[in-house]
């Protein structure tokens, strides 16, 4: 199968601007707020969010990767769950990652938040929504709705700027 273009460099950069502009919008006090992007994909992401947030409202947010390895259910492998290095607690919760599809992925994210303490607020920022969820998750903030087949898959590269079908 052929892979598809679905979001250009440019439209890419223009929907990470818009979800940072719905972002300073919802949040007009940022003071405790910390964006937590799932590696490997959502981190990137969440950097790029980062730094537009630095550009379009002079605040700095500090962000951190998240890593759910040790809270999926999907893995047999027993991993440790480890301190990764930010608190929670109190705080105003963005988390960031490339593409919503099952829940399963953002299930396991919230597991690993509050195992760092219990946050005032959880919201959710995806880059790419392509429906067909198994858990009553959905996100706070959304770059692109792309319905797509149980099939298909949606490949976000940072590296090079663009969202593909394949």
């Given amino acids: 199968m052929k892979m598809k273009e679905i979001m250009s460099q440019e439209q890419l950069t223009r929907t990470l601007k818009r979800m940072t502009h719905e972002i300073i919008e919802r ?72 593409v919503l599809y099952t829940g399963r992925t953002v299930r396991a994210a919230l597991d690993a938040i509050n195992f760092h303490g219990r946050p005032k607020k959880i919201s959710l920022a995806i880059l790419i929504d392509r429906g067909h969820r198994e858990l009553p998750i959905r996100a706070d903030f959304i770059g692109k709705n792309i319905p797509t087949s149980l099939d298909e898959k949606v490949v976000v590269d940072i590296d090079k700027k663009s969202v593909t079908i394949d």
């Fill in 27 to 98: 949040y007009v006090n940022l003071d405790d707020v910390i964006l937590l992007g799932i590696m490997n994909k959502g981190y990137p992401i969440s950097k790029i969010i980062e730094q537009n947030l630095k550009d379009f409202a002079g605040i700095s947010v500090p962000t951190y990767p998240l890593d759910i390895r040790a809270y999926r259910d999907d893995l047999e492998e027993n991993i440790e769950k480890i301190n990764q290095g930010f608190d929670a607690k109190d705080k105003t919760v963005i988390l960031v990652d490339d």
